[in-house]
């Protein structure tokens, strides 16, 4: 038997929910975003080095395991 189905027999009212999701403002967010970027250019660099890395590193160790070359 749920909650519901128990509290409903026991007289007692629906429990309420008690937590609320925060509100996002995409606007804000952009503009924070775009403002760290503008202060700090070299951040995509670094970003697409470090997947480029990444992805170069798991392609060696498959090539290693498998024993490709």
Do not use: C, H
């Not at 027999?9 to 403002?35: A, F, H, N, Y």
């Amino acid at each position: 038997m749920g909650e519901a189905k128990r509290r409903k027999e026991l007289g007692l009212p629906p429990r309420q929910k008690t937590k609320e999701l925060p509100k996002l403002d995409k606007e804000s967010i952009q503009k924070k975003v775009r403002s760290t970027l503008y202060k700090y250019p070299i951040i995509p660099f670094l970003f697409y080095g470090a997947a480029i890395g990444a992805f170069a590193w798991g392609v060696f160790n498959v090539v290693k395991v498998y024993k490709l070359i």
